[in-house]
DNA sequence: AAGTGGTCTAGACCACTTT
DNA sequence: AAGTGGTCTAGACCACTTG
């Protein structure tokens, strides 16, 4: 009796209702990750408003055809990127805020790149030499137990961007000259298989040197921004150390944040 | 008769075996959690070892009395942290390097303070303003509507650090002078009730200006670290703009990243 | 009181890696 | 072939929020 008010109300009070959600069950890619990927793309093209409600879990597991646990771990995923907000009682929300990309291990060519910038690569150095005792400490080496140091002038439309040094464990990667000069290291590295995982960073300011200037085509004691990075693999083992100049009037760095839950 | 070799093996073969793991049921700390703090502190301290195997999912829930899926919850949240890492086929080991914190939503006061700086808030200005237009995009008001304009200089042992100049909604928080200068915003945002949730930053550098360097204490031309903020409630409202200016001399940004899987 | 998400169980089958 | 994590199910009960 109570039953027969129910499909009235079905899709019509809850913003998922509009959509036309199916998995296949045929695809090897995870019911849940197809679940996320349709429901971010529905919020991503603004099928599903900020604010708007989702509907509770169980109504959407059946309606698909899922488990609870299942569509729960798709809405986690997004949860996680900061596209949907739970409130115990209330529903899940579609958040307010144009809040996207969280942050990422960047690699500044692939960032140059994706801004249309078209960078280009100078490698000045590259060759193997002795460890100081701050690369030793950073790769996990012996002190004055050879590295591999590369030193790179990159450039956006002619302009000098960055001054890049970089250390490396020997034997890690294959650093060809030509192929550092039209790509990132970062590239190179999962060309290699190697699957970066972590970093420590620290991004800092001080005033350019006047062989830095000279390089970096800046006035002595003009501003610059520091960066020094650790990358770790998925095992936690270093596999880069960096000292990076940047010009301050051509490069910031941009974070987008999410507190961990 | 295959079952009776099985005991010997049992805690000796894998590093879980030397831990004396237990769940209170009676607590009201979520099962998955209570697990995942012990793992975190074994870690921490040093009884699960960078590499060290935990054995396998179903042993353990075996072992502690929970189901697979609930000692799969806590594990996650570890691997979430960066602290483990699963291998299929191989099993779950303690990553090797000393990663820990990852990135969070920062404040200068707590960095201060949790670094011994104990530091110190002097409130140059606290009052409504008129937003200008990068203020209203990004605290997503009317233009000239107003806002609260609040400018502080951070000092640590006597020496200036920081200049801060927040912009925020009105009516959103009583900002009292006296509560400012011994606390941070974002403190006395959370005693309101209010969840940060995201933020988006962008980090560069300048030469400070003659105001800014007697301001900070440094030579006019100085490089100094810029950082502006929006950052976001768990809705995804804005809830805070902010303009800041650090001394590269005293300060430098420290983050820890994991590569979202 | 009703509805929501939060947690938990006891299985099952599959994909991958190693032996 | 054996062992591991990866995915999925069909329930259950609890805690919180709202009317």
Do not use: W
């Amino acid at each position: 009796m109570a039953r027969t008010g129910g499909p009235a109300r079905e899709g019509a009070a809850t913003a998922l209702g509009r959509l036309d959600l199916a998995v296949d069950r045929g695809s090897p890619v995870p019911l849940y990750h197809q679940l996320a990927q349709q429901l971010e793309a529905a919020i991503e093209r603004g099928r599903l408003a900020p604010g708007d409600l989702l509907g509770n879990e169980v109504d959407l597991s059946v309606r698909l055809g899922l488990s609870r646990p299942t569509v729960r771990q798709a809405i986690q995923s997004l949860v996680d990127k900061g596209l949907l907000v739970r409130r115990r009682g209330v529903g899940t929300q579609v958040v307010h805020s144009k809040v996207r990309r969280p942050l990422k291990l960047s690699s500044l060519y692939d960032d140059l790149e994706a801004a249309g910038q078209a960078p280009t690569t100078e490698v000045v150095r590259n060759e193997p030499v002795p460890a100081s005792p701050e690369v030793a400490a950073a790769l996990g080496v012996a002190e004055h137990s050879e590295v591999i140091l590369l030193e790179r002038l990159r450039r956006t439309h002619g302009q000098p961007v960055a001054l890049l040094c970089n250390y490396l464990p020997p034997g890690l990667l294959e650093l060809d000259d030509a192929r550092l000069a039209t790509t990132g290291l970062y590239r190179m590295m999962r060309a290699a298989g190697l699957t970066l995982h972590s970093a420590r960073q620290t991004v800092g300011a001080r005033s350019a040197t006047a062989a830095e200037a000279a390089r970096l085509d800046e006035q002595e004691g003009a501003a610059l921004l520091t960066m020094q990075r650790t990358a770790y693999d998925d095992t936690g083992r270093p596999v880069e150390y960096g000292t990076h100049l940047y010009r301050a009037s051509r490069y910031a760095f941009d974070f987008q944040l999410l507190v961990r839950g």
